[in-house]
C-alpha cells in the first residue's frame, strides 16, 4: 500500500503538470498557434501513464478537471463524462515509445513553420546561431493521415536524433524532458520559421541568396550545447529535401 504522503507528494505534482499544461495550451492559442479545437499536448506522469488535452476543445478553455488520464494503449483511466482524447494521440504515444527520455509532447500548427510544411521547405539552413545550436535542421516528416497510425509512423524515424519537426501539410510537433521544455522548443521552431521567412524576402529584394554558417564554425557551436547544458537530441550537421529524406 502506498504510503499517504507520498500519495499526496504524486497528487501535487500531477495538480502542478494538469496548471502547466494548461498555461501551455493558453499559450498557444494567445499566439495564435492552435483555432478552434487545434492542437495537442501531453505529459507523462509515469512508465505507463499520460494526460493529455481532450479532443474537441478550444484550447482557450481548456482546464486541469478537463485533461483525460490515459494509458500508453490508449485506453482512458480518468476522464469527465463527455470528454476524450484526441485522435492524435497515437502520435504522442510513439514519442513515449521510441523516446524514454521524453515527458512532454506539444503538437501545434504554429503559422509560419506550418507554411513551411505546407511548401515542403525544411529549415535546415543553419543561418541563425542559436538554432543551430539548440535544435539544429528541422526536417518534414513524410505525410500521414491524421487520426491514422501513418501520422506516428512517418516521425519514427526522426524521433531518434531530433526533437522538433515539420509534419508535413499538418503542422509541427515538438517533445521535451518536460511540457515547458517542448513548448519552448515550439516558440523556438516558430521563430526560426519567421526570421527564416523574412530574412529570404529581404534577401530576395538584393538578388542576393541566404548564406549558412561555415561548416568549421557550425561545429564549433554544436560542441557548445555541453557548455550551455543544451538538453535533448541533436542531428549534427543535417541537409533534407521537402519529402524527408537526406540529401546526399
Not at 506522469?45 to 490508449?74: C, R, W
Not at 494521440?89 to 513515449?96: F, S, T
Not at 518536460?178 to 529570404?200: N, P, S, W
Request: glycine share 6%.
Amino acid at each position: 500500500m502506498m504510503n499517504p504522503e507520498r500519495s499526496e507528494i504524486m497528487d501535487h505534482q500531477e495538480e502542478i503538470i494538469r496548471e502547466q499544461i494548461c498555461d501551455v495550451c493558453h499559450k498557444m492559442w494567445q499566439l495564435g498557434w492552435v483555432a478552434a479545437n487545434d492542437g495537442n499536448v501531453s505529459v507523462r506522469l509515469d512508465q505507463d501513464t499520460i494526460i493529455a488535452t481532450p479532443t474537441g476543445i478550444s484550447k482557450s478553455f481548456i482546464t486541469p478537471e478537463k485533461l483525460v488520464k490515459l494509458n500508453l494503449k490508449g485506453e482512458i483511466i480518468e476522464a469527465q463524462d463527455g470528454y476524450r482524447p484526441s485522435s492524435e494521440i497515437k502520435m504522442h504515444i510513439r514519442c513515449y515509445e521510441e523516446r524514454e527520455d521524453v515527458n512532454a509532447v506539444v503538437h501545434a500548427h504554429p503559422p509560419i513553420a506550418t507554411g513551411f510544411a505546407l511548401a515542403h521547405i525544411p529549415l535546415d539552413t543553419y543561418s541563425l546561431i542559436e538554432s543551430a545550436i539548440v535544435v539544429g535542421a528541422i526536417p518534414i516528416t513524410p505525410f500521414g493521415v491524421p487520426s491514422t497510425m501513418e501520422v506516428p509512423d512517418a516521425i519514427t524515424p526522426y524521433l531518434p536524433e531530433h526533437d522538433v519537426m515539420l509534419l508535413e501539410n499538418h503542422g509541427a510537433l515538438t517533445v521535451g524532458s518536460d511540457v515547458i521544455t517542448a513548448y519552448y522548443r515550439m516558440e523556438t521552431l516558430e521563430l526560426v520559421a519567421k526570421t527564416t521567412f523574412h530574412g529570404r524576402m529581404l534577401l530576395s529584394t538584393k538578388g542576393v541568396e541566404e548564406e549558412e554558417i561555415s561548416r568549421p564554425t557550425l561545429e564549433r557551436l554544436f560542441a557548445m550545447r555541453a557548455n550551455y547544458k543544451v538538453t535533448g537530441r541533436h542531428p549534427g550537421y543535417r541537409k533534407y529535401n521537402g519529402d524527408g529524406s537526406i540529401k546526399e
